[in-house]
């Protein structure tokens, strides 16, 4: 159940972090701030949960580590169910919030960061654009996540790229969707936006979970027929640092 709930929390987080800065403070720090803040919660949260669920905190990236046979289904259901109550919570505290400044706040009328295209989009990209711009960018996420938790990566380095790549595709993708390649992250908003967000979250579930499906090809393609560890395991201190840190606990 841990694991599960650590699913929850850090995306609790993400959402929290990433659309609360769009939301509350997107007026003051731009895009360029909004994709930094997504970035930040990320890598932060690979280093605060990545040793207990692996931090997929995305369910298109447990998707990819699913068909890359570094999960089970069980646990894969479980966490895409803990990432959507984690991104609802995130999103109603982020309302509850933008709700105390003077005149409130309409969700359905301010978007609450909600993913869209055509005319809900931030830059009036079509549906087409957005499919392929989310498709692409998840493949991006999910690979980069794939790799970095490879047995054969650099240890400790995976939260760096993996909050690195997360940016990247902000400040790529901001203008065109607000960026979703996370269903979690899109449902969050939508269930308080309601209409329009709803009536085009398909493309924000659809889309990311293509584009993991893509990643896990080209890792599966890429990667050496060599033991496969999951999220979890790779994102955890070496057994001779945690012995480390155990004797200064002692000391301490």
């Given at each position: 159940?841990?694991?599960?709930?650590?699913?929850?929390?850090?995306?609790?987080?993400?959402v929290?972090?990433?659309?609360?800065?769009?939301?509350?403070?997107?007026?003051?720090?731009?895009?360029?701030?909004?994709?930094?803040?997504?970035?930040?919660?990320?890598?932060?949260?690979?280093?605060?949960?990545?040793p207990?669920?692996?931090?997929?905190?995305?369910?298109?990236?447990?998707?990819?580590?699913?068909?890359?046979?570094?999960?089970?289904?069980?646990?894969?259901?479980?966490?895409?169910?803990?990432?959507?109550?984690?991104?609802?919570?995130?999103?109603?505290?982020?309302?509850?919030?933008?709700?105390?400044?003077?005149?409130?706040?309409?969700?359905?009328?301010?978007?609450?960061g909600?993913?869209?295209?055509?005319?809900?989009?931030?830059?009036?990209?079509?549906?087409?654009?957005?499919?392929?711009?989310?498709?692409?960018?998840?493949?991006?996420?999910?690979i980069?996540?794939?790799?970095?938790?490879?047995?054969?990566?650099?240890?400790?380095?995976?939260?760096?790229?993996i909050?690195?790549?997360?940016?990247?595709?902000?400040?790529?993708?901001?203008?065109?969707?607000?960026?979703?390649?996370?269903?979690a992250r899109?449902?969050?908003?939508?269930?308080f936006?309601?209409?329009?967000?709803?009536?085009?979250?398909?493309?924000?579930?659809?889309?990311?979970?293509?584009?993991?499906?893509?990643?896990?090809?080209?890792?599966?393609?890429?990667?050496?027929?060599?033991?496969?560890?999951?999220?979890?395991?790779?994102?955890?201190?070496?057994?001779?640092?945690?012995?480390?840190?155990?004797?200064?606990?002692?000391?301490?």
């Open positions: 159940m841990k694991k599960y709930f650590a699913e929850m929390v850090g995306t609790f987080v993400l929290f972090g990433g659309v609360g800065s769009a939301v509350l403070a997107g007026s003051h720090i731009g895009f360029v701030g909004v994709a930094f803040a997504f970035g930040l919660s990320l890598l932060a949260m690979v280093y605060t949960i990545g207990i669920s692996g931090c997929h905190i995305n369910p298109a990236v447990t998707f990819g580590v699913l068909l890359s046979r570094k999960i089970g289904m069980k646990d894969a259901v479980m966490y895409v169910i803990a990432q959507i109550v984690g991104a609802v919570i995130g999103a109603g505290l982020i309302l509850a919030i933008a709700r105390g400044i003077p005149g409130g706040y309409d969700a359905s009328v301010g978007g609450l909600a993913n869209g295209f055509g005319i809900h989009s931030p830059g009036m990209y079509d549906m087409h654009a957005a499919f392929l711009a989310e498709v692409i960018l998840t493949m991006f996420l999910v980069t996540v794939l790799g970095a938790t490879d047995i054969k990566a650099p240890v400790g380095f995976a939260g760096l790229a909050g690195l790549v997360l940016t990247l595709i902000h400040l790529v993708s901001i203008p065109i969707t607000n960026t979703s390649v996370n269903p899109s449902i969050g908003p939508a269930v936006v309601g209409g329009w967000a709803i009536q085009q979250l398909w493309l924000f579930i659809v889309a990311p979970l293509i584009g993991a499906a893509i990643a896990a090809g080209i890792y599966a393609v890429l990667r050496s027929p060599d033991e496969l560890i999951s999220t979890r395991k790779a994102e955890r201190a070496l057994g001779s640092q945690q012995a480390e840190r155990g004797r200064g606990n002692v000391k301490n």
